[in-house]
Structures are given as structure tokens and as C-alpha cells.
């Protein structure tokens, strides 16, 4: 197991926008117009928070005319599922989650 590898991936993690942006995603794809209306933020910020994100394959992104659709990467999902399972078994009286 790379340890090294941990760092970037979950420095990608770790911004309110960015988790905000997977969350979303989890639901459904969208493009980045979609993402600024629901996150009530700037495109900008929403774009470079995608480009983080896709740059390490957490997102897919497909060409859909002029505009980029956004998704969740599959591989990301059992991720994002033991990460829910362990918040709510083991996190329920940790300082660093409430």
C-alpha cells in the first residue's frame, strides 16, 4: 500500500466546495452552470474546484455540445459509502466531527 498516495487524494477532499460539488454529484451530473445555481457560487470557483477534482479522476467530464457535463466517478461511491458508515459508527462523540 502507497501511504504517499493519501495525502493528494484526500487534500482533494478536504474543501467545503469540493465535498459540496460530490454531494451534489452523487445525485445526479451536471454541468457546471447547474453546480453555481444549486451551490449558490461563483462559476469560477466552481470550475476550479472541478478541475481539482477531475484532475484526480474523482470526476468524470463529457462534452456535451458546448457544454461539460460532470459526474461522479464510480470508483468514488464505496469510498464515499464507508466513509458515511464510519462518520455515523464511530464519529457520533468525536470532537473533530461535530
Given at each position: 500500500m502507497k501511504y504517499s498516495t493519501y495525502y493528494p487524494f484526500f487534500r482533494k477532499l478536504a474543501n467545503p466546495?469540493?465535498?459540496?460539488?460530490?454531494?451534489?454529484?452523487?445525485k445526479k451530473e451536471k454541468t457546471v452552470n447547474a453546480l453555481c445555481k444549486e451551490l449558490k457560487t461563483e462559476q469560477s470557483k466552481v470550475s476550479h474546484s472541478l478541475k481539482e477534482l477531475a484532475g484526480c479522476f474523482i470526476v468524470n467530464v463529457k462534452k456535451k455540445g458546448k457544454n461539460r457535463i460532470y459526474s461522479l466517478n464510480p470508483t468514488i461511491l464505496p469510498i464515499l459509502k464507508l466513509i458515511e458508515k464510519h462518520s455515523k459508527?464511530?464519529?457520533?462523540?468525536?470532537?473533530?466531527?461535530?
Open positions: 466546495l469540493r465535498i459540496a460539488i460530490i454531494s451534489s454529484l452523487n459508527q464511530c464519529c457520533k462523540c468525536c470532537a473533530y466531527c461535530k
